[in-house]
């Protein structure tokens, strides 16, 4: 089976957001370390937007420019040790400004289409020609922020012409519409990856785009009881790296602690403990792919150690692929 490791490289959207060096630097820095000692390579979901607002907002404020120069150095290295950087979209960023100590939230607008069809594309052309200066190499893959990428024919158009071929945002059976949120995925192909045109969910075997789906699992609610238990009884090994606050997602918690949930296959915190067994339920469904997410904010510790024995059980197995590796710009 061929294996994708893929993180969304971002700030909290909360208050606070938290900082670069916790956020992004310092989680981001151990997972290189882990893929320099295994030998695989990973996908990072740049969140773009932030880039603008750094190049924007660098000359004005001393703690700006540091942040762009770290996130700058920390890119460039990346890319040099063969990981895949790809384009992340959190269009919200648009109404984001900073005041000389913090970044200034305003998620009103949190999905793309809360814009208007020109806004959308030119916020997709503008991105991705932002993330290709930075990286120097082809941008061809797309995830969402906070999954939110519904309804595709939206945005369709702008991905077009933008070369955007590969998606990577739908998580099968997974539905959230509160608050800012929106996405539903609880009618996807039975797949591990399939062809569609305008809607993300819906096959189409002579489609423009390609979905990637993250993989899937069902976690019970007495998961949540632990996981929740854990950051309060180990924090040192349970609680995030990253010291900054999520946006809210209402009822979100509750829904967790009452009924569990289906969410994606993920390396965040206490849910890698379930990822050989997401992996297995590919396995046993047929698939070829299983996608696995991450955010470097959300790492623990905890996480950390056992992501690594996880690559060193599956590594002779299984192909640790990024997106770039499918030559998606050919």
């Not at 120069?69 to 920390?74: A, G, M, S, T």
């Not at 009103?108 to 120097?136: A, G, H, M, N, P």
């Not at 180990?234 to 969410?263: R, V």
Request: with cysteine; aromatic share 14%; glycine share 6%.
């Amino acid at each position: 089976m061929n294996l994708f490791l893929t993180y969304d490289y971002e700030l909290f959207f909360g208050a606070p957001t938290g900082s670069v060096e916790k956020c992004i630097i310092e989680p981001t820095n151990h997972l290189r370390d882990i893929a320099n000692r295994t030998g695989v390579k990973m996908v990072f979901f740049i969140d773009t937007g932030y880039l603008k607002q750094l190049e924007i907002f660098k000359d004005q404020f001393p703690k700006v420019q540091h942040e762009y120069d770290l996130v700058k150095e920390q890119i460039q290295n990346l890319v040099a040790e063969g990981h895949d950087c790809q384009l992340h979209i959190h269009p919200h960023w648009e109404d984001c400004t900073h005041d000389g100590n913090a970044w200034e939230m305003v998620t009103d607008r949190y999905k793309l289409v809360d814009f208007s069809d020109e806004e959308i594309l030119k916020v997709v052309l503008e991105y991705r020609d932002i993330l290709q200066r930075w990286t120097q190499k082809p941008i061809h893959s797309y995830r969402a922020g906070g999954w939110c990428l519904q309804p595709f024919d939206r945005v369709a158009a702008a991905f077009k012409k933008a070369g955007l071929k590969l998606d990577s945002t739908v998580f099968p059976g997974g539905k959230f519409t509160a608050g800012n949120y929106y996405y539903d995925f609880t009618n996807t192909p039975d797949k591990s990856t399939w062809k569609f045109s305008s809607d993300l969910c819906q096959e189409d075997s002579q489609g423009d785009f390609i979905e990637y789906p993250i993989s899937n699992y069902k976690y019970s609610l007495w998961f949540f009881w632990r996981l929740f238990g854990f950051g309060r009884l180990q924090p040192h090994l349970h609680k995030p790296i990253g010291d900054g606050y999520p946006m809210s997602s209402p009822g979100l918690k509750k829904q967790m602690l009452t009924k569990g949930m289906n969410l994606s296959a993920s390396v965040d915190g206490y849910f890698v403990t379930k990822l050989q067994r997401a992996l297995q339920n590919n396995a046993k469904k047929g698939y070829n792919e299983c996608v696995i997410i991450g955010h470097p904010k959300a790492c623990t510790h905890f996480a950390l150690k056992k992501l690594e024995k996880f690559i060193e059980k599956n590594k002779t197995k299984h192909s640790f692929l990024t997106f770039a590796d499918l030559e998606l710009n050919q």
